[in-house]
């Protein structure tokens, strides 16, 4: 169940980054992009996690506590000021930034030998429907810059980092 809680806490970027971004053509295949990549990402980090998980048998869920604590970390100091220069970047290249985080997590995810398809299917189902909701329900949120559920999300991968470093 740690697997489908987590999957929603690293794809709530996606909700507020979408909101805010501007784009009228080509919503859907936006969608669809980075529900596959928020299902690619996971699939090889856990791969990434399960093979040093052998390497590092011993160390793998201190390490795996210490890479969860980190990203909730780096969460939690963001300021969420973006430097706007005038240029948006490309929405898929957004798509790519925006699913990388998945990576990492899964990383831990594998080294502590969880649920891979679990985490994969949640992660992107969470994705898909986070995206489809930034999209139709833009403007109605009520989302100044995402701060609250980037400190929500940070405050819960630091506390899972913590705790499966003591387990």
Not at 36 to 57: D, K, R, W
Not at 70 to 97: R, V
Not at 99 to 115: E, N, Q, T
Not at 139 to 149: R, S, V
């Amino acid at each position: 169940m740690t697997e489908v809680f987590v999957a929603g806490i690293t794809t709530l970027d996606v909700l507020v980054i979408y909101s805010f971004l501007h784009i009228n053509k080509g919503r859907f295949v936006l969608v669809l992009w980075t529900s596959l990549l928020n299902m690619v990402f996971p699939f090889l980090g856990f791969i990434t996690g399960e093979l040093s998980a052998h390497i590092f048998t011993v160390w793998s869920s201190i390490l795996s506590g210490v890479m969860l604590s980190l990203i909730g970390i780096h969460m939690l100091l963001q300021d969420g000021e973006n430097s706007s220069t005038g240029k948006q970047l490309s929405p898929f290249l957004i798509a790519f930034a925006v699913s990388i985080d998945a990576f990492s997590v899964s990383v831990s995810f594998g080294m502590l030998h969880m649920d891979k398809t679990l985490f994969i299917v949640a992660s992107g189902l969470f994705t898909f429907v986070f995206s489809c909701a930034a999209f139709l329900l833009k403007g109605h949120l009520g989302l100044k810059n995402g701060k609250a559920l980037r400190l929500i999300a940070g405050f819960a991968l630091l506390t899972i980092g913590v705790l499966s470093c003591f387990s």
